[in-house]
């Protein structure tokens, strides 16, 4: 255990379990692995939130599932995005840049200020 | 909406799957990273956390969600309720009584106060009436009644409303002879049905045509009501063109108004409703049509571009000439009022109709409806100390569950579903009692002169009005022992396994809930009280009369004697007839019978005595300063009243010979200061250039209700009525029978009056029918209060039984210590009866408190009994401590019985 581990603000999970089966059909566990190595283990994500945020965004339309056959040899379900979901992603990822650019301003002109 | 349940079995079984599937390649992945497979699978179960949870979690957010929950919790509640039957059931039986009281008296507060009539557009009718009618009080309709000529003068100015119409109210005789059979009926204009906006759903309804003078085109016609045609016409098809003989007349039916028309008066149904111009040909020379005092009432609907302000102004602009062309024959100062200033034009709205049950009903059902708020406090109290004790029973469950992994929200929301499975069908229930309930209060309003109907049929309003007090209730009741049990902490839970002292907090707060019921029964039992002798007060006033013995046949000669002036010659001898019969003891006639507002007919003076102080009008609203009754010779005997100075009428006293009244004792006092009134003389209302020199004075008696002080009453001798007092077509036969029932002589009398002359008809009665009648509102609201009084005492009662029962069950163990260390059976007895003594004594304490701000609201309504009675207080009090006693016997008999050795061993 290095780094010292954030929680994700709020609102960012859909966006990055959105972003993760992005790349393609993969089910809950692998998308628990990929999350943790992409972030290199900085963000932490509760295995808890995983699955209900799976199930919210699948009953939302931005997810579709299809059980089929994995390496393990048995059926496991695969999530994948749909298009309502694809552009659900671009739009929050959009917001996302607009929102940390704006932090990241705020954050520089009060470095540079009087304090 | 759950969906099937193979759907949702599907979704769970995916679901387990999937997070199988998870924990499975978790263990794998260990394994591979080299940690011995038991271990893998113990870290993996660990790192993912519960699977309950997770299913739980995941579970709420599938589509509706909420609801899938909401099913699973209905159906957990349903096994949970039917665990406990006695609670359930006692939890639905007071949530139905509740609601159901609570409804009932809605209902009836719907249908006489708010319901606007079943009519077209009932927002655009107006009633003209008048300042004075208005300020008449309680007694009176909600409108004025004009002469038939007042009527003809607006009928003739069609530019000042939309549509007008004018109408009175009868009881139809339906009978050709001998007993009278009466219907409800409404003598009306032509234009009525069309104001209305009533259609005929059968045949046509009668129009300005039809309302001739002596009949339209086709004659004599008749429109029936629904209720009349299947009730009486037996609801056949052919109907329309059939005979209908009204008064001694025939009538052609000519139509069927809709099922839920009854008419513009509230309170009544109409059965038979016939043109005004038709009137004659029932009274013939006696018609109506061109006397003063027909009453009719006048209802007009506006147009949509005008308001009542502006229709009544436009209304009285026309009013000097109105009063113009109709100005009667009246003496100067009465002709002066006439149709000005007060007695003048002003338009009021009719939305709700015209009701002479409303003024006297709604304060009683105002004050009901605050009684039935309370006893559904008192059962919403019940079921949430009911729910609260079982609650604490499955603290252990409960808290299993909790440690588990069941969230919290979960627990409150499955306790909530409880309190809502419990709510529906309670509100059913309530319904149901309600429907039946309402019913019931109205057949009591009914006497045998006055057939109250009330259109109770739930509309939106009652019904929203029921869902309403159901939500409230719950939650009341529900969301209590819900929050209060969510807060389980699982381990302490565990630990006590329904031992130990850890629900003091509940203990209070169920006191606290059985202290406010003692306090809210304290309230509901001095009502009760206080309209109890209310109504005996009234039912044992002395009314100045014998009423017990005598039987009133009310008989009607216009068809008999057409000729008017037979007619007092005829009532003579069927007195005479009647009086030397078997089993009568005396009999006589009089004008006015016994409580007159009861029997249907006042007579009302003003009096001025020669050389006597002027008296104020006070009666009746301020229209009259004396009451009148004229009577034949031996009245008074047949009542039993005493004359007290002076003589009673005679033969000699008649037509001619010098006009000669009695007074009663109140009258003495009030305008002759209580000296000698025996040859002094005065004159009567109208007739100033006629006197009566008083030669009698009777006893006191009630007059126009059983409440009024005893009033001047002046009795006059049938024998010198004149003028169309002298032509009455009907009068009272009062006999007072030799021995038994008065109602015995019923048969007899009828074969006598029949033998006298076949075309007579007449109405029997007792006397003391008629004085319990004139005590209905009073008798409703005491037997009501007093229901509802006995069902919160109930109520409060098993919410102290409960109480105490747990507390003592709470304490075992303690009073088994006692008692093993030598306290006797008494010291347990005293120590739980104290507690019982401590929540009643509170109760008591802040209910007589409440009871004594709350009295000035039922004040107007008592009669007797100071709102502030001291007696009935106090036996409010006594009432509610032997209730409470009685509710904590058997648990304290078990507290004295607790075998300490048995305790000792236990703990």
């Given at each position: 255990?290095?780094?010292?581990?954030?929680?994700?603000?709020?609102?960012?999970?859909?966006?990055?379990?959105?972003?993760?089966?992005?790349?393609?059909?993969?089910?809950?566990?692998?998308?628990?692995?990929?999350?943790?190595?992409?972030?290199?283990?900085?963000?932490?994500?509760?295995?808890?939130?995983?699955?209900?945020?799976?199930?919210?965004?699948?009953?939302?339309?931005?997810?579709?599932?299809?059980?089929?056959?994995?390496?393990?040899?048995?059926?496991?379900?695969?999530?994948?995005?749909?298009?309502?979901?694809?552009?659900?992603?671009?739009?929050?990822?959009?917001?996302?840049?607009?929102?940390?650019?704006?932090?990241?301003?705020?954050?520089?002109?009060?470095?540079?200020?009087?304090? | 909406?759950?969906?099937?349940?193979?759907?949702?079995?599907?979704?769970?079984?995916?679901?387990?799957?999937?997070?199988?599937?998870h924990i499975e390649r978790l263990t794998v992945d260990s394994i591979a990273r080299g940690i011995e497979p038991g271990e893998a699978r113990r870290r993996a179960r660990l790192e993912f956390g519960g699977l309950d949870?997770?299913?739980?979690?995941?579970?709420?957010?599938?589509?509706?969600?909420?609801?899938?929950?909401?099913?699973?919790?209905?159906?957990?509640?349903?096994?949970?309720?039917?665990?406990?039957?006695?609670?359930?059931?006692?939890?639905?039986?007071?949530?139905?009584?509740?609601?159901?009281?609570?409804?009932?008296?809605?209902?009836?507060?719907?249908?006489?106060?708010?319901?606007?009539?079943?009519?077209?557009?009932?927002?655009?009718?107006?009633?003209?009436?008048?300042?004075?009618?208005?300020?008449?009080?309680?007694?009176?309709?909600?409108?004025?009644?004009?002469?038939?000529?007042?009527?003809?003068?607006?009928?003739?100015?069609?530019?000042?409303?939309?549509?007008?119409?004018?109408?009175?109210?009868?009881?139809?005789?339906?009978?050709?002879?001998?007993?009278?059979?009466?219907?409800?009926?409404?003598?009306?204009?032509?234009?009525?049905?069309?104001?209305?906006?009533?259609?005929?759903?059968?045949?046509?309804?009668?129009?300005?045509?039809?309302?001739?003078?002596?009949?339209?085109?086709?004659?004599?016609?008749?429109?029936?009501s629904y209720r009349f045609w299947q009730g009486r016409l037996g609801g056949s098809a052919d109907v329309i063109g059939q005979r209908v003989t009204v008064e001694n007349s025939p009538f052609t039916i000519i139509g069927?108004?809709?099922?839920?028309?009854?008419?513009?008066?509230?309170?009544?149904?109409?059965?038979?409703?016939?043109?005004?111009?038709?009137?004659?040909?029932?009274?013939?020379?006696?018609?109506?049509?061109?006397?003063?005092?027909?009453?009719?009432?006048?209802?007009?609907?506006?147009r949509a571009t005008q308001t009542i302000a502006s229709a009544d102004a436009a209304l009285r602009a026309v009013q000097p000439q109105i009063r113009e062309a109709t100005l009667p024959a009246l003496p100067k100062p009465?002709?002066?009022?006439?149709?000005?200033?007060?007695?003048?034009?002003?338009?009021?709205?009719?939305?709700?109709?015209?009701?002479?049950?409303?003024?006297?009903?709604?304060?009683?059902?105002?004050?009901?409806?605050?009684?039935?708020?309370?006893?559904?406090?008192?059962?919403?109290?019940?079921?949430?100390?009911?729910?609260?004790?079982?609650?604490?029973?499955?603290?252990?469950?409960?808290?299993?569950?909790?440690?588990?992994?069941?969230?919290?929200?979960?627990?409150?929301?499955?306790?909530?579903?409880?309190?809502?499975?419990?709510?529906?069908?309670?509100?059913?229930?309530?319904?149901?009692?309600?429907?039946?309930?309402?019913?019931?209060?109205?057949?009591?309003?009914?006497?045998?002169?006055?057939?109250?109907?009330?259109?109770?049929?739930?509309?939106?309003?009652?019904?929203?009005?029921?869902?309403?007090?159901?939500?409230?209730?719950?939650?009341?009741?529900?969301?209590?022992?819900?929050?209060?049990?969510?807060?389980?902490?699982?381990?302490?839970?565990?630990?006590?396994?329904?031992?130990?002292?850890?629900?003091?907090?509940?203990?209070?707060?169920?006191?606290?809930?059985?202290?406010?019921?003692?306090?809210?029964?304290?309230?509901?039992?001095?009502?009760?009280?206080?309209?109890?002798?209310?109504?005996?007060?009234?039912?044992?006033?002395?009314?100045?009369?014998?009423?017990?013995?005598?039987?009133?046949?009310?008989?009607?000669?216009?068809?008999?004697?057409?000729?008017?002036?037979?007619?007092?010659?005829?009532?003579?001898?069927?007195?005479?007839?009647?009086?030397?019969?078997?089993?009568?003891?005396?009999?006589?006639?009089?004008?006015?019978?016994?409580?007159?507002?009861?029997?249907?007919?006042?007579?009302?003076?003003?009096?001025?005595?020669?050389?006597?102080?002027?008296?104020?009008?006070?009666?009746?609203?301020?229209?009259?300063?004396?009451?009148?009754?004229?009577?034949?010779?031996?009245?008074?005997?047949?009542?039993?009243?005493?004359?007290?100075?002076?003589?009673?009428?005679?033969?000699?006293?008649?037509?001619?010979?010098?006009?000669?009244?009695?007074?009663?004792?109140?009258?003495?006092?009030?305008?002759?200061?209580?000296?000698?009134?025996?040859?002094?003389?005065?004159?009567?209302?109208?007739?100033?250039?006629?006197?009566?020199?008083?030669?009698?004075?009777?006893?006191?008696?009630?007059?126009?209700?059983?409440?009024?002080?005893?009033?001047?009453?002046?009795?006059?001798?049938?024998?010198?009525?004149?003028?169309?007092?002298?032509?009455?077509?009907?009068?009272?036969?009062?006999?007072?029978?030799?021995?038994?029932?008065?109602?015995?002589?019923?048969?007899?009398?009828?074969?006598?009056?029949?033998?006298?002359?076949?075309?007579?008809?007449?109405?029997?009665?007792?006397?003391?029918?008629?004085?319990?009648?004139?005590?209905?509102?009073?008798?409703?609201?005491?037997?009501?209060?007093?229901?509802?009084?006995?069902?919160?005492?109930?109520?409060?009662?098993?919410?102290?039984?409960?109480?105490?029962?747990?507390?003592?069950?709470?304490?075992?163990?303690?009073?088994?210590?006692?008692?093993?260390?030598?306290?006797?059976?008494?010291?347990?007895?005293?120590?739980?009866?104290?507690?019982?003594?401590?929540?009643?004594?509170?109760?008591?304490?802040?209910?007589?408190?409440?009871?004594?701000?709350?009295?000035?609201?039922?004040?107007?309504?008592?009669?007797?009994?100071?709102?502030?009675?001291?007696?009935?207080?106090?036996?409010?009090?006594?009432?509610?401590?032997?209730?409470?006693?009685?509710?904590?016997?058997?648990?304290?008999?078990?507290?004295?019985?607790?075998?300490?050795?048995?305790?000792?061993?236990?703990?």
């Open positions: 255990m290095n780094a010292p581990k954030s929680d994700l603000p709020q609102g960012t999970l859909d966006m990055l379990l959105l972003q993760t089966v992005a790349l393609g059909p993969i089910h809950g566990y692998g998308i628990a692995q990929r999350l943790q190595q992409i972030s290199r283990d900085a963000v932490q994500v509760q295995q808890g939130s995983l699955y209900p945020a799976l199930h919210r965004l699948e009953n939302r339309g931005l997810l579709a599932s299809t059980w089929k056959p994995s390496d393990t040899g048995r059926d496991a379900k695969f999530y994948r995005l749909t298009p309502t979901g694809k552009a659900q992603l671009k739009a929050e990822t959009a917001n996302w840049a607009r929102l940390t650019e704006a932090i990241r301003l705020i954050l520089r002109t009060a470095d540079g200020g009087a304090l | 909406m759950t969906g099937p349940a193979w759907f949702r079995r599907g979704a769970d079984r995916e679901l387990e799957a999937e997070l199988r599937d949870q997770m299913k739980d979690a995941c579970r709420d957010q599938r589509a509706f969600a909420f609801l899938n929950g909401a099913g699973q919790d209905i159906r957990l509640a349903f096994r949970g309720l039917r665990a406990t039957p006695i609670v359930t059931a006692v939890a639905l039986l007071s949530l139905a009584l509740g609601i159901g009281a609570n409804t009932a008296i809605f209902s009836l507060v719907n249908s006489l106060l708010l319901r606007p009539l079943p009519v077209v557009e009932p927002q655009r009718l107006a009633f003209i009436s008048s300042p004075r009618a208005i300020s008449l009080g309680p007694l009176a309709p909600s409108t004025a009644a004009w002469s038939y000529s007042v009527w003809q003068q607006i009928e003739r100015r069609p530019e000042l409303f939309d549509a007008a119409a004018g109408w009175t109210t009868a009881r139809f005789n339906l009978a050709r002879g001998g007993e009278s059979q009466f219907v409800e009926g409404i003598w009306a204009s032509g234009s009525f049905f069309r104001t209305l906006g009533v259609p005929a759903l059968l045949g046509r309804t009668f129009t300005e045509a039809d309302d001739q003078r002596g009949g339209g085109p086709d004659g004599a016609v008749a429109v029936v069927v108004t809709p099922r839920d028309f009854f008419g513009p008066d509230v309170g009544r149904s109409f059965d038979v409703a016939m043109p005004l111009g038709d009137e004659p040909l029932v009274r013939g020379r006696e018609s109506l049509l061109d006397r003063l005092f027909l009453g009719v009432y006048v209802v007009v609907r506006l009465e002709l002066d009022r006439y149709m000005t200033g007060p007695q003048g034009f002003l338009l009021v709205p009719a939305t709700t109709g015209n009701s002479t049950l409303r003024g006297r009903y709604e304060r009683p059902l105002v004050i009901l409806m605050g009684v039935v708020v309370l006893v559904l406090l008192i059962a919403c109290a019940n079921i949430a100390n009911l729910l609260l004790a079982r609650g604490a029973a499955r603290r252990h469950e409960l808290s299993v569950r909790c440690a588990l992994g069941a969230s919290s929200g979960r627990l409150v929301r499955q306790l909530f579903a409880e309190s809502v499975v419990l709510a529906i069908p309670g509100a059913t229930g309530g319904m149901v009692i309600a429907w039946w309930g309402s019913q019931l209060v109205v057949r009591q309003l009914s006497t045998q002169t006055n057939t109250v109907f009330l259109d109770l049929a739930p509309d939106m309003r009652v019904l929203a009005f029921t869902a309403t007090v159901a939500l409230v209730t719950l939650l009341l009741f529900g969301m209590m022992p819900a929050l209060r049990n969510a807060h389980v902490v699982p381990m302490e839970a565990l630990k006590e396994q329904g031992r130990g002292p850890t629900s003091d907090a509940r203990l209070r707060l169920t006191s606290g809930i059985v202290a406010a019921q003692v306090a809210l029964s304290t309230v509901l039992v001095v009502a009760a009280g206080l309209f109890g002798r209310t109504f005996a007060s009234l039912a044992t006033r002395d009314v100045g009369f014998d009423r017990d013995r005598v039987l009133l046949v009310n008989i009607n000669a216009q068809r008999a004697a057409s000729d008017s002036e037979q007619r007092l010659p005829l009532f003579e001898r069927i007195r005479d007839a009647v009086h030397v019969m078997p089993g009568v003891d005396a009999a006589a006639l009089s004008s006015v019978t016994l409580p007159a507002l009861s029997g249907g007919l006042a007579l009302i003076y003003n009096v001025e005595v020669e050389g006597g102080a002027p008296v104020p009008a006070t009666l009746l609203g301020g229209v009259a300063n004396g009451y009148g009754n004229a009577v034949s010779p031996g009245w008074f005997h047949t009542l039993s009243m005493p004359i007290v100075a002076g003589r009673d009428f005679t033969r000699d006293d008649r037509a001619g010979s010098p006009r000669v009244a009695i007074v009663n004792q109140s009258f003495v006092r009030a305008f002759l200061g209580g000296g000698n009134a025996l040859g002094r003389v005065m004159t009567l209302t109208a007739a100033r250039d006629r006197t009566w020199e008083i030669v009698g004075v009777v006893g006191d008696s009630v007059y126009a209700t059983l409440r009024e002080p005893v009033p001047p009453i002046v009795y006059t001798v049938l024998a010198q009525a004149e003028g169309p007092s002298r032509m009455v077509s009907s009068l009272s036969l009062s006999i007072r029978a030799a021995g038994g029932s008065p109602m015995l002589l019923t048969r007899s009398l009828a074969a006598a009056l029949t033998a006298i002359d076949p075309d007579l008809t007449f109405t029997f009665r007792s006397l003391a029918d008629q004085v319990d009648a004139s005590l209905t509102q009073e008798r409703l609201v005491a037997t009501l209060s007093m229901f509802f009084g006995g069902l919160a005492l109930l109520l409060g009662a098993l919410g102290l039984y409960g109480v105490t029962a747990y507390a003592v069950s709470r304490r075992r163990t303690e009073i088994g210590i006692r008692m093993a260390l030598g306290a006797a059976p008494a010291t347990v007895v005293r120590l739980v009866l104290s507690r019982v003594a401590v929540l009643v004594g509170i109760g008591a304490a802040v209910g007589t408190i409440v009871s004594v701000w709350a009295s000035r609201f039922i004040a107007s309504l008592l009669y007797g009994v100071t709102p502030r009675d001291p007696a009935t207080l106090a036996g409010s009090v006594a009432i509610l401590a032997a209730v409470g006693v009685a509710a904590a016997w058997l648990p304290v008999r078990r507290a004295s019985r607790i075998d300490p050795a048995q305790v000792l061993r236990e703990s």
